[in-house]
C-alpha cells in the first residue's frame, strides 16, 4: 500500500543541505526504486520534505540504503553533526486512494 511521508527537519538541517542531499542522490532524474513523488519546502523558518512511496518497506530500504549515509555526508560536509541536530519530525500515512496523472493532464 502507498503512503505519504511528512517532515519537519530540526533548524540545523537548512534548505541549502536538502537541497545538496537530494542533489547528491540525483533524485531530480534517477528517483529511487519505489519512490513515487518527492518536494520539500521551507516554512516558518524549517524544512519539511513530502514523499509518496509505494510501500512503507521501499520507504524503509531507501531510508537505510540512501538517505541516512547521503545526509550523513552532506551534512558532516556542512559542518554538522546529526546526533546534535536531532531526528526529523516524521509522520508516515498509508495512502487510501493515489491518482497518477499522465504528462499531458499535468499543469507544470
Known sequence: ??????????AAITIEVIDAVTDEMDVDTHM?????????YEKDGRVHGVDVWESAE????????????T??????????DLAQAGQPEM??????????LS?????E
Open 32 to 40: 529511487p526504486a519505489g519512490g513515487i513523488l518527492h518536494l520539500h
Open 71 to 80: 545526509m550523513g555526508k552532506v551534512a558532516a560536509a556542512h559542518g554538522i
Open 91 to 100: 509522520s508516515v500515512t498509508e495512502i487510501h486512494r493515489l491518482v497518477r
Open 103 to 107: 504528462g499531458e493532464n499535468r499543469n
Open 58 to 69: 521501499a520507504l524503509q530500504a531507501f531510508m537505510e540504503s540512501t538517505l541516512q549515509p
Open 1 to 10: 500500500m502507498a503512503v505519504l511521508v511528512e517532515l519537519v527537519f530540526p
